[in-house]
């Protein structure tokens, strides 16, 4: 429920050239002249002063108003353009304040504009994807996203499925008929048909979510085999200190970098091994701690030695859901060529990141065990997306049994449907529970 009116500062901290304040509820012409002494025209922008309590001049700026339903929150929405110091915007906050607005919380504005029927649920996180896009890959699929294309694509499932669900649930009164009138009106068809369209949009929103989330990859391996150059090869720069001292990295280093469109948030970790030193062993504790969290890890080994004993046992101890790459560094010293090769337990690369041999191959390799394909019209989704979008698919193939005969009754058929068509509601919000909401808004920016 909407309560009130809210207000917040919708620039990020910091100084800038303009600031601007939102503010929205019912009827803010009052509030509008209270702080100015004017009564803004609809969608005009009005030069005006902000002013205090007292009718001191705070800042001068533009006033616009965006009458409801016409807005972004479908209530009456005041924007505040002012100078963008700090110190100005607290000030022109703390007044709107004082004229009896509350303070916004994380992402109120946009929870308002789903609640008022603006935009739809996945409308309104594509808000924060494209604020959050950390490539242009990803904005311009947040974009399409916002602007309703992932939402249109779940409807014309939805639209699907209500239409199969009406022609099963017509059959139900009529059970002498039921199957040849379900055969007539192709009804089978349209399930495979659907499950088809299904599969092509869990494929894109699949490719939308790597481009939201990326793949988190780990380097590891033992002391001194070239973790830190390969980090500072793939980021483009030097961010680890490299020498031929072993154990010179202490801690975890990070650092994001692209690959076509992707980010890849690439960990170099401390050289795993037994030691004395105290400092290095609370890094390789870390170490561990970062490969749990990991999505693939990157064992590197030493080209010349191959892999040892000791790269066996960190083998060994890795997660057994955790995607492995072998590295096998320092080819230049070792008189091979780059290659990207299979191996017993797993792929593997060879290269060396020193001189720059073979490093396409490891970012090829990279992308294909995230599952990247190139596809220029993917939807920006969450992980809530995909599990949504694969229980609608569990409960279509699930109709699917029914209608081969496999379970007994046609009421499961329409049941399964039915399931599935709430499974697609969750994404747009049609189906979803106020706590569910409480979470997504909350991870939202103040003032969106």
Not at 109 to 132: C, P, T, Y
Not at 197 to 225: M, T, W, Y
Not at 358 to 379: K, M, P, S, T
Not at 418 to 437: H, V
Request: net charge negative; charged share 25%.
């Amino acid at each position: 429920m909407n309560s009130g009116t809210i207000a917040a500062i919708a620039t990020a901290p910091g100084r800038g050239g303009v600031g601007v304040i939102r503010i929205s509820g019912s009827n803010l012409l009052p509030f509008a002249f209270a702080l100015t002494g004017k009564t803004p025209q609809p969608r005009h922008a009005t030069l005006a002063d902000f002013r205090s309590a007292e009718g001191v001049a705070v800042d001068t700026g533009i006033l616009l108003f965006f009458p409801g339903p016409h807005s972004f929150t479908g209530e009456d929405v005041l924007e505040l353009q002012g100078h963008g110091g700090p110190v100005v915007m607290q000030m022109l906050l703390a007044r709107c304040l004082d004229l009896g607005a509350r303070l916004a919380e994380p992402g109120e504005f946009s929870r308002r504009a789903f609640l008022n029927g603006k935009m739809d649920l996945a409308q309104a996180e594509a808000v924060a994807d494209l604020i959050d896009a950390a490539t242009a890959s990803a904005a311009r699929s947040a974009v399409r996203s916002l602007q309703g294309e992932f939402s249109q694509a779940i409807q014309t499932l939805t639209d699907e499925l209500i239409n199969l669900r009406m022609l099963v649930e017509a059959t139900l009164d009529f059970p002498e008929e039921e199957i040849d009138f379900l055969k007539a009106a192709d009804a089978f068809g349209r399930l495979q048909r659907l499950q088809t369209k299904l599969a092509e949009i869990f494929d894109r929103a699949g490719q939308g979510k790597l481009l939201q989330s990326g793949l988190h990859v780990v380097l590891a391996g033992q002391p001194n085999v070239g973790k830190s150059s390969l980090l500072n090869r793939l980021a483009g720069d030097e961010l680890a200190i490299v020498t031929p001292i072993a154990g010179t990295t202490r801690d975890a280093l990070r650092s994001t970098i692209q690959i076509e469109g992707i980010p890849l948030h690439v960990i170099d970790t401390a050289g795993l091994r037994e030691t004395e030193d105290e400092v290095e062993k609370i890094g390789i504790a870390r170490s561990w701690q970062e490969i749990e969290r990991a999505d693939v890890v990157l064992l590197l080994v030493d080209a010349r030695s191959g892999v040892g004993e000791a790269d066996r046992e960190i083998l060994g101890k890795l997660p057994a859901r955790l995607q492995r790459v072998t590295v096998y560094n320092k080819i230049d010293l070792a008189g091979r060529a780059p290659e990207r090769h299979d191996e017993a337990d797993g792929v593997a690369v060879s290269l060396s990141a020193k001189a720059n041999q073979g490093i396409d191959l490891l970012r090829a390799e990279l992308l294909r065990v995230a599952g990247w394909h190139q596809a220029e019209d993917v939807f920006i989704a969450r992980e809530r997306h995909l599990r949504a979008l694969a229980a609608a698919q569990e409960h279509v193939v699930a109709a699917s049994n029914v209608v081969e005969g496999r379970l007994p009754a046609l009421e499961l058929f329409a049941e399964e449907l039915r399931l599935a068509q709430q499974s697609l509601g969750e994404i747009t919000g049609e189906f979803t529970a106020d706590d569910l909401l409480g979470v997504i808004f909350s991870r939202f920016c103040i003032g969106k």
